[in-house]
């Protein structure tokens, strides 16, 4: 009887380090959870900014080349004609 009474004491010991360990676990798995959320938002907001910054580059790549190309009729300076092609690599569109 007593070796059983040793052998529920031992294995009440191994639960109660068993559930410690789970709540830690659990624990851990919120504040991961928490950081991939703030993670996933701040790069959200990355893309954002960044779509944004890379429309306003196209805008201006754009009227630049418009510009250029309105010159270039009126000059016969050959680095405009490298340029504008440069800027049609970097604005696609109405190309």
């Not at 070796?3 to 709540?23: H, N, Y």
């Not at 960044?50 to 429309?55: N, S």
């Not at 418009?66 to 000059?75: N, P, W």
């Given at each position: 009887?007593?070796?059983?009474?040793?052998?529920?004491?031992?294995?009440?010991?191994?639960?109660?380090?068993?559930?410690?360990?789970?709540?830690?676990?659990r624990e851990l798995q919120s504040e991961v959870t928490d950081s991939m959320a703030d993670l996933v938002k701040t790069v959200a907001q990355l893309s954002d900014t960044?779509?944004?910054?890379?429309?306003k580059i196209n805008g201006s790549a754009y009227l630049i080349r418009?510009?250029?190309?309105?010159?270039?009729?009126?000059?016969l300076w050959p680095w405009k004609n490298w340029l504008i092609k440069a800027l049609e690599l970097i604005y696609s569109g109405n190309a």
């Open positions: 009887m007593l070796r059983l009474s040793d052998q529920a004491t031992d294995t009440s010991d191994i639960l109660a380090v068993a559930l410690s360990d789970g709540r830690i676990i960044t779509q944004i910054e890379l429309d418009q510009h250029l190309e309105v010159q270039r009729h009126q000059s």
